[in-house]
C-alpha cells in the first residue's frame, strides 16, 4: 500500500498536481480534434451527391426539349406523318360557315383537338358524334373563318361520296397508325411538314383498296388491332 501511495505521488508531481488533485481533461487543438476532417468530407460527399443527382434542365427547342428530331432525308415521307386514332367527344356547327362542322376529338392527349372539317353536306351531327377516326396530328394549326383548327381528319372520296379511313374497334385512342412494309413512323415537326409540303407528297400515294383499306403505294394502314378503312368506296383518294 506504501508503495501504491508512493507511485501516485510521483505521478502527482510529474504532472504538477496537489496530492488528491483530478487531472483535468486533456483536449486536442482544433486542426486536430478527433473526427474534424471525417466530418468535413462527409459534407464534400454530400454536396458532391447533391450534383450528381439534380436533373439537367429541359430547355424548349433544346437538348432534351419537345422538337422531334428529324428523319433522314430519304424518310418516305408517308412515314413523316402522323396519322393518330381518335374519336369526336364533341361537334357544332361552325358559326361562319354552311359547309364546316367544329368538333373536339379526343387522342389520347391531355386535352382534346379543336378540329374544323367541311363535312357539314355528307354527315350529320348525330353521325359525328362518337365516330372514330384518324386525325392528321403533326399540321400546323390553321384558321378556319375565325376557328384556329389543330390538325384535319382522314377520309376518303370519289364522285360524289365521300367517308372516313375509320380504325378498327380495338385500337386504342391515341395510337399512331403505321404502314405495311414501311420504316416505323417517324413523325416530322409540322413546321417542317408544312415547309417540305410532306402531306401534299405522301397524298399523292394515298388511295383505298378494292378492300376498302387506306393504302400508300399498296402499303396499307395499319395499327395493332389491323388494317384502318372505309365503308365501301374503292380507289378513292385520300385527304
Known amino acids: 500500500m506504501d508503495d501504491l ?14 496530492p488528491g488533485q483530478i487531472p483535468p481533461e ?3 487543438p482544433a486542426s ?8 468535413k468530407k462527409e ?3 454530400k454536396k458532391e451527391k447533391a450534383k450528381a443527382v439534380k436533373a ?9 426539349g419537345g422538337k422531334p428530331t428529324p428523319p433522314p432525308a430519304d424518310y418516305p415521307s408517308i412515314c413523316q406523318i402522323e396519322f393518330k386514332v381518335g374519336k369526336i367527344v364533341k361537334v357544332w356547327p361552325h358559326e361562319n360557315a354552311d359547309k364546316l362542322w367544329c368538333e373536339e376529338i379526343d387522342v389520347g392527349e391531355d386535352e382534346p383537338r379543336k378540329i374544323c ?11 359525328m358524334l362518337g365516330h372514330r377516326l384518324l386525325v392528321v396530328a403533326n399540321l400546323k394549326a390553321k384558321n ?5 383548327s389543330h390538325g384535319m381528319v382522314l377520309c376518303a372520296s370519289k364522285d360524289d361520296k365521300v367517308q372516313f379511313i375509320e380504325p378498327p374497334e380495338g385500337a386504342p385512342l391515341g395510337e399512331v397508325v403505321q404502314f405495311e412494309g414501311l420504316p416505323p413512323t417517324h413523325p416530322n415537326s409540322a413546321a417542317q411538314v408544312e415547309k417540305k409540303k410532306i402531306f401534299m407528297e405522301a397524298a399523292k400515294g394515298m388511295v383505298t383498296n378494292d378492300a376498302f383499306e387506306g393504302t400508300f403505294e399498296g402499303h396499307r394502314f395499319m395499327t395493332t388491332a389491323g388494317p384502318c378503312k372505309c365503308i365501301d368506296i374503292a380507289g378513292g383518294e385520300m385527304h
Request: aromatic share 6%.
Open 32 to 39: 486536430t480534434k478527433v473526427g474534424g476532417d471525417a466530418k
Open 56 to 64: 439537367p434542365k429541359v430547355t424548349k427547342g433544346g437538348k432534351g
Open 43 to 45: 459534407k464534400a460527399s
Open 117 to 127: 372539317s367541311g363535312l357539314r353536306p355528307f354527315y350529320t351531327e348525330e353521325q
Open 26 to 28: 486533456v483536449v486536442p
Open 5 to 18: 501511495n508512493k507511485m501516485i505521488g510521483q505521478l502527482e508531481g510529474a504532472l504538477n498536481l496537489s
Open 144 to 148: 378556319l373563318k375565325g376557328f384556329k
